[in-house]
């Protein structure tokens, strides 16, 4: 079945130091979507890239699709202690309606 | 306000007793969706419905059930519980299956 891999698992950063968290799936998706989890909280959608070779921006925040629609990245600069927190990608193959999740990258922001 | 709500938040329970879990959008939404998450695995899909009466199996159905008779509501059965069902459940549900979810609260459940 679909599998949906993120790298890495945990990262701890400075407050200002930037922020890349990447996602492989093993078939080629339609879509791709970013999810926020706060610690304790639930899952909140970020963004959803549909077009190979996407590129979205929501403000320190950019998000691309790769260009087979296999990969996707999630890159924060200068991250705040506001984004901490786990971050999820989630895609749905070609043809199939399930999204799948990966299984999130734990952003740690030392102040 | 546009949510997804999931009642209980919080539930312990014994093997082998049944139990619902509920799950209501008031956003008019066509696909709900239920996941459960374990530390580790990330989110993992239970079932889902793209609309009224129509439901599909995720990555893990097991001991689960699920039932769509209207549109608002996406109750998740657990017909006979079992410890490896302890987990923390998530509803949510979706425009379509082309648009980001909405997600509840989520429900920590725990079987002894």
Redesign the interface.
Known sequence: ?QQVM?IP?YQHVQEGEDFTTYCNSSTTLS?I?W?KQRPG????????L?KSGEVKKQKRLTFQFGEAKKNSSLHITATQTTDVGTY?C?G?DTGR????????TRLQVQP | EAQVTQNPRYLITVTGKKLTVTCSQNMNHE?M?W?RQDP??????IY?S?NVEVT?K??VPEGYKVSRKEKRNFPLILESPSPNQTSLY?C?SSLS??????????TRLTVV
């Open positions: 079945g993120q698992q879509n979507q999810y909280g639930h899952p909140v959608f970020l963004i959803q549909v999820f989630a749905s309606r399930a999204l799948t999740f990966g299984s999130g | 696909y969706s996941y580790g695995l990330g989110l993992r899909q889902y793209m599909d995720g990555d998530f949510a299956g082309s648009y980001g979810y909405t997600f509840g609260s989520g």
